[in-house]
């Protein structure tokens, strides 16, 4: 029987600090409140309400600068770093544990599975950090972001998961670990930040790194 894994990329797989960090880097340039323009900037980036009907990353990535330039009373100034912010995002590393692991789950028969809320142009690069092979499954093939229900839809149908040849690991709550629920998809959290659950939605189980999953698994 062929085993299944499925992945969110972004906190769960790759440290997506330096992509936040790039924007705070421009708020110093520029003298604004940096702190705040990394809220601000994460904020916009969360909200579903920026990704309907379906655009680009790197579209909604650009509106974000935009809307950070409207929030400070600003002119042009965080959107000129629309190519630094992207060029960051590119170059995600993984955190320590995951190439091993990952070769780990893969010595253990399962096939590894991307979805990740990114698009074509930006993908590549850090499905390449990796160093395994992933299929991979991006917004953009789907024109949807998570939680949309029809992405994990979508993937869902293309391999017929089941609960006895399928696990879904992430770090996002609200954007991977909820909408597996509502597929009655068994789910792993990967809660490196120690964040609360916000529903009373349960995964199946709770880690704070990679590996920890290997138990549940072999």
């Known amino acids: ?16 600090e330096p992509t936040y960090d790039a924007v705070e880097h421009a708020a110093k340039v520029i003298g604004v409140d940096h702190k705040l323009a990394r809220q601000r900037f994460s904020e916009y980036q969360s909200d579903r309400n920026n990704m309907h009907p ?55 028969g399962y096939k590894l599975i991307m979805m990740s809320n990114s698009s074509w142009d930006i993908i590549d690069a850090n499905a390449k950090a990796l160093q395994v092979p992933f299929d991979i499954w991006t917004a953009e093939d789907v024109h949807a972001y998570k939680p949309d229900l029809h992405f994990f839809k979508t993937v869902d149908e293309h391999y017929g998961f089941t609960p006895e040849n399928h696990w879904h690991i992430a770090e996002g709550y609200p954007s991977d670990i909820v909408p597996a629920d509502k597929m009655n998809w068994p789910s792993i959290w990967v809660n490196r930040p120690h964040n609360k659950a916000t529903t009373d939605i349960k995964p199946t189980h709770m880690i704070e790194t990679l590996d920890q999953a290997l138990p549940y698994l072999n």
């Open 54 to 108: 379906y655009q680009d990353y790197s579209i909604l990535t650009r509106n974000n600068l935009i809307h950070l330039d409207y929030q400070f009373g600003l002119n042009h100034q965080f959107e000129k770093y629309y190519v630094d912010v992207l060029t960051a995002h590119r170059s995600l590393t993984p955190f320590p544990e995951v190439i091993s692991t990952l070769q780990q789950f893969i010595d253990c």
């Open 1 to 16: 029987m062929q085993k299944f894994l499925t992945f969110d990329c972004y906190g769960t797989l790759l440290h997506e």
